[in-house]
């Protein structure tokens, strides 16, 4: 039985249950925390503390598996997430490699790899490696997928570096890779057209943020290169509806799409984009925006729309399972 590394070790991919498939445990920047939250809106010990109570609430709901992609670029930091893993054994939590931008490379690979001012093989390819072969930094806990991302402003030569080295590191090390998208430019393609030009297999790719469309002829295409969509911000309503995800969720199933979608939030314990106001003004803006709302709302009505049992188990166990196989 295949396994995948979480948080806490290695599990059988039987075993991941229902699992959501893209949330966060704690956006941050590290220099933003050191610098401006501390005796403000960061208090280490309440966050830990509120994180494993959120965590357990939603395993509580029936999900097993949390999948993090919370890279550099992001705040990742992985002693803080172990703590918060130890104290939730009832969930496993699944953390990445890579790097998250919108165009450049971060300063610190700017001058290094092939052809710069430092000329040596990809840097980036042998760190995101590590992370999966060996661990990151020192804490022994172990990638088990990759993450990069392209926006509206498309291949940068920045974005192309990265999710180069990212399809370089998927076909080195065999881990899958999810990517941040933006449905309305349909850089999903783009970053599709740059990974079959790698060599990198469709199917071992998530599409992130696709449930953001609701254009079903462009989600179709981008199914029917092998490729799983993320519906996957399902409580982001300023990007899309929970009526309108559902009904589109709804009607790719009723096309036989059902194997090709992955449900999730896009949610976290703590994002620090929004300071002090997470606690108290993102429920009055954004009230779904929260790791329960699939079980409390949005099943409820995908099986009203006509969804089945067996098609919210292949979205929530069947189709993790086979992106971690």
């Known amino acids: 039985m295949p396994v995948v590394n979480t948080v806490r070790g290695p599990v059988d991919?039987?075993?991941?249950?229902?699992?959501?498939?893209?949330?966060?445990?704690f956006v941050l920047s590290p220099e933003h925390v050191g610098n401006y939250g501390t005796g403000a809106w960061w208090d280490e010990e309440y966050r830990v503390a509120d994180a494993v109570a959120k965590l357990k609430?939603?395993?509580?709901?029936?999900?097993r598996t949390v999948v993090d992609p919370t890279v550099w670029g992001l705040g990742r930091y992985i002693p803080r997430v172990r703590r918060v893993a130890d104290q939730v054994p009832e969930l496993n939590i699944v953390v990445a490699s890579g790097i998250y931008t919108f165009d450049?490379?971060?300063h610190q690979y700017e001058y290094r790899g092939p052809g710069l001012m430092m000329d040596v093989p990809e840097p980036m390819v042998e760190d995101f490696s590590r992370d999966i072969v060996e661990g990151i930094a020192d804490t022994g806990v172990k990638a088990a997928f990759l993450k990069c991302a392209?926006?509206?402003k498309g291949l940068t030569p920045g974005v192309e570096r990265i999710c180069r080295a990212v399809a370089r590191t998927h076909l080195r090390t065999?881990?899958?890779?999810?990517?941040?998208?933006?449905?309305?430019?349909?850089s999903g393609l783009l970053v599709l057209d740059l990974f079959l030009k790698e060599g990198v297999d469709p199917a071992k790719v998530v599409l992130g943020h696709s449930g953001d469309s609701n254009d079903l002829d462009h989600l179709m295409r981008l199914a029917d290169t092998g490729a799983t969509l993320g519906m996957d911000r399902f409580g982001l309503d300023a990007y899309n509806t929970t009526a309108s995800?559902?009904?589109?969720?709804?009607a790719l199933c009723e096309r036989g799409y059902a194997d090709r979608m992955?449900?999730?939030?896009?949610?976290?314990?703590f994002m620090d984009y929004f300071g002090d106001a997470w606690d108290e003004g993102i429920p009055l803006v954004a009230p779904n925006w929260?790791?329960?709302?699939?079980?409390?709302d949005v099943l409820p009505a995908l099986r009203e729309a006509g969804v089945s049992d067996a098609q919210v188990d292949q979205m929530l166990i069947d189709n993790p399972r086979r992106y971690f196989s």
């Open 104 to 106: 450049e490379v971060p």
């Open 290 to 296: 929260r790791f329960d709302h699939i079980h409390d």
């Open 150 to 152: 392209i926006e509206r």
């Open 262 to 269: 992955v449900l999730s939030h896009d949610s976290a314990c």
């Open 174 to 186: 065999g881990v899958p890779i999810t990517v941040h998208t933006n449905p309305s430019t349909g």
């Open 245 to 250: 995800r559902v009904a589109t969720v709804a």
């Open 13 to 25: 991919v039987a075993d991941l249950g229902q699992t959501l498939m893209h949330e966060h445990v």
């Open 57 to 63: 609430a939603v395993a509580a709901k029936g999900v």
